[in-house]
């Protein structure tokens, strides 16, 4: 608890606001911060007694004669938590130091306490930190799945329970500047942390300009998790007001560190894809895009022969645009005419025309069995290629 850095820092403030001499030392006795920088390292026998006795001890001239690395003035034992962990001294004649004393043994442990305090919190933050990205790169790392668990329990997190993975992006809209003084980071990191603010939710920079949560979900999917896409949409708005264009990705349904380390890929995945195939969104969920996730593994030399093979003339058709829009509209809506119409925002006979028009133009009816399929995935990969 003190460190030398931080006892010499309080040893020199004091020292500057009383005019005496002060040091500090750990529970051995040993000097880890003077006033007079070269007493550090040195023994200093009065405190032994006050480490004892656990209260304040005066030593006049004639008392530290026969004491190794004394002078004159006040020894204080500090106290944090009822455990003595050190002596703070104050050089000079008793009479005079002696009603700086309590004063500064008070003082001082505050200062310890806050220190403390804020140390225990960042190394909290920063373990938090560490495990988040474990778990996103564990297909690539050594560490298995009892460790991750137990470092996860320890910090109070329990990856047993449903969770899903959730990737914020986010890219200043206008300047860079640190808002109010803080790093970028920093404000974002906040900003994601009052929406994320469940005591179940982890949260943590992942990356330059990427934040990582997982957090519970209550439903067999996170898209039909509708207070997570509430949360993520707020969260949209929330770090939007700090000027910031923010995107998100949701990933599948996870039950360990196995399937948390694929649902942070597939929140990659979304946030990729969606950006690409939904420019104009800002809330990406995964399964959304499972098609276009598996097609961007096929080989591009495979997926360009697909398209070639499939769509044949309908390329070059001046109302290619136009068809490769009905016939994803017609694949996503089940094949269903009516709904595909509706989605399109046209009369059905309208959609009839655009399908007798693609069928004349294959030379084959679209009844065909499993052309249909063939058709909306060969458009996917062409809207992808786009």
Known sequence: MLSEALAQQIANEITDVIGFNVLITDASGTVVGSGDERRIGQFHEASIEVIRARRMIAHSAADVRDLVGSLPGVTIPLVIDGEVVGTIGLSGSPEQVEQFGLVV???????????????????YERAAEELLRD???????????????????????????????????????????????????????????????SVSDLVAPLARQLVAVTTAVSANTP??????????????????????????????????????????????????????????G????????????????????????????????????????????TLIAWGECGFNSSRAAKRLHVHRNTLANRLDKIARLLGRPLDESGLGMTLYIACVVAERAG
């Open 135 to 197: 778990i996103c790169d564990w297909h690539r790392s050594t560490f298995t799945e009892a460790q991750i668990v137990r470092r996860a329990t320890g910090l109070g997190y329990d990856l047993r329970i449903p969770r899903a993975m959730v990737l914020i992006s986010y890219d200043r809209k206008v300047d860079d500047a640190a808002v109010a003084g803080q790093p970028a980071s920093h404000t974002v990191l906040h900003a994601v942390q009052t929406v994320f603010d």
């Open 223 to 280: 898209a039909a998790d509708a207070t997570l896409t509430d949360r993520c949409r707020n969260c949209v708005s929330v770090v939007g007001e700090q000027g910031w264009d923010t995107r998100v990705g949701i990933g599948s349904i996870a039950h360990g560190v196995g399937q948390l380390n694929l649902s942070s890929q597939d929140a990659y995945d979304a946030l990729r894809l969606g950006s690409v195939l939904d420019p104009r």
């Open 105 to 123: 043994k008070r003082q001082t442990e505050i200062l310890m306490q806050e220190a403390s305090r804020i140390g225990t919190r960042l190394t």
């Open 282 to 325: 800002h809330v990406y969920d995964i399964d959304r895009f499972r098609l276009h996730q598996a097609i961007s593994v096929i080989p591009a030399e495979t997926r360009d022969r697909l398209s070639r093979a499939a769509l044949g003339a309908l390329t070059a058709d001046d109302d290619w645009p136009q068809l490769q829009d």
